[in-house]
């Protein structure tokens, strides 16, 4: 008997399978299937989940609506009028709609917290390198997080420990010294609070997550989770993370250097090289096949991130946009460790982290999307416009998610309320110092 015995579960179509292809949602990858399964999806197997079939995702990754992939939009599970979110819609419309207890998805900067949050699911986003990315199809490899959909948090932690192990053929994946250590002082963390008695713990509200273009549904919702932490006996604490602004431009030269990098490799010689492209029409060299291949194998969205992401690597912008949103990242990562009462496990102790003892706190909480899940035709209209400026318009969706990838932070969506305007879901996001995933995912249980 495994820890997961006879879950059913889906995989998100970014994770290598060798009995049912892997698209990513793309043209490019129509038909192909990977002679491996990835780490997690063997780990999975091995507890005992019975994986149901793969889930479509906004392609290769790239969304918030899911409605940019080849195998067609992903509804809403209660309603055909709203998306379900991106990029894992399909992983979170499937939990949503009970047909899975649990899903796979991945989140790179709140692939699995944005539609959780849409679909009244929970999203859980491990630390940076809990869990294994080989054989997940990478798209920004400094941010790819495997993620966890399902239902209650209770099933996100059980399929948590099933997949949180170190893995050699994953370099970012953190060895097991650190996990020990890490697990010591989370279970310490853990042995002080429980359901319904959170006297002691302390929650961070930052001022800086309150953005003009959040819904005041969505605030209704952040303000009865805040309540109703209090009523358990936890201490509310407001605090800055003044770099808060930053992160949705620096995780977007970030996440779109990397892609045009990783995606170089669909060249049409390498992966299913004569099926998009009829070579012996249109080949006159071989820049004409790689460019064919690529015009006809990638949707707009991900030719845009392309030409944005390598526009950011060329010499004339890489100082002034690249390294600028690098030094971004660490001062967002710096806010959060200024924040946190834990130690950031990633430095030498010796390193002091800076900040007023007063202000420290446990955990933060903050809204996981502005409003909740959008309208079908609002998202399609703007989709097919093919106007480049409605379609960066679409990255706001991601401003309360983007800072815990860029950080590196264990992050998760729990669903909280409903909408007084629309009666659909809104999650609340909960995020604590790194590696302490654990540690969250207890807390995460208090607010369900
Ligand atoms: N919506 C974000 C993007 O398009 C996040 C995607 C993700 O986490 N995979 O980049």
């Known amino acids: 008997m495994g820890p997961l015995d006879g879950m059913l579960m889906g995989i998100k179509d970014n994770f290598c399978t060798s009995t049912l292809p ?25 507890s005992g989940a019975i994986l149901i079939g793969k889930t479509n995702m906004d392609e290769f990754g790239m969304g918030s609506a899911n409605v940019y992939s080849d195998s067609g939009v992903v509804q809403h599970p209660f ?3 709203r998306v379900a979110g991106g990029s894992s819609g399909g992983s979170a419309a499937a939990v949503g709609m009970k047909m899975c207890t649990a899903a796979l998805g991945s ?101 800086e997550y309150y953005v003009d273009p959040m819904s005041d549904d969505v605030v209704d919702v952040w303000r009865s989770g805040i309540q109703f932490l209090k009523e358990q006996g936890a201490t509310i604490q407001s605090i800055s993370l003044p770099h808060t602004h930053l992160a949705l431009p620096a995780y977007y030269i970030i996440a779109l250097a990397e892609a045009s990098s990783n995606l170089a490799r669909y060249d049409g010689v390498r992966f299913e090289k004569d099926k998009h492209t009829d070579v012996s029409k249109k080949v006159s060299g071989d820049m004409m096949l790689y460019a064919d291949t690529r015009a006809e194998g990638f949707g707009a969205e991900v030719q845009r991130r392309i030409l944005l992401g390598t526009h950011v690597l060329t010499a004339g912008t890489f100082d002034t946009l690249f390294l600028p949103a690098q030094k971004a990242r660490r001062l967002i990562q710096a806010d959060f460790d200024q924040v946190f009462y834990q130690h950031n496990a990633l430095y030498e102790s010796s390193v002091e982290q800076e900040g007023q003892e007063s202000t420290k706190v446990h955990v933060i909480l903050t809204p996981s999307a502005i409003s909740s899940a959008p309208r079908m ?72």
């Open 22 to 46: 892997t698209t990513c949602g793309s043209v490019m990858l129509k038909g192909f299937t990977s002679p491996y399964d990835a780490t997690v999806v063997k780990l999975l197997e091995a």
């Open 79 to 81: 309603t055909y009028r």
């Open 107 to 207: 989140d790179t900067g709140g692939s699995v917290r944005l539609p959780a949050s849409y679909c009244g699911v929970v999203g859980f986003k491990p630390s940076y390198g809990r869990c294994s990315r080989n054989g997940l199809v990478a798209y920004a490899n400094s941010l790819d997080t495997v993620g966890i959909l399902s239902g209650t948090v209770k099933q996100a932690s059980v399929v948590y420990d099933a997949i949180s192990k170190h893995d050699p053929k994953d370099p970012s994946s953190m060895p097991d010294k650190l996990r020990s250590k890490l697990d010591e002082s989370d279970s310490i963390l853990r042995s002080q609070w429980t359901k319904g008695n959170l006297k002691g713990l302390v929650v961070g509200i930052p001022q």
């Open 377 to 448: 035709t609002d998202v399609l209209e703007r989709h097919e416009s093919s106007n480049d400026v409605k379609a960066v318009d679409a990255y706001m969706n991601d401003v309360m998610t983007v800072p815990a990838s860029l950080a590196g932070l264990p992050a998760i969506t729990v669903p909280f309320g409903k909408s007084a305007v629309d009666g659909y879901p809104i999650g609340l996001q909960l995020m604590a110092q790194y590696g302490h995933d654990g540690f969250l995912l207890s807390i995460a249980n208090s607010l369900a």
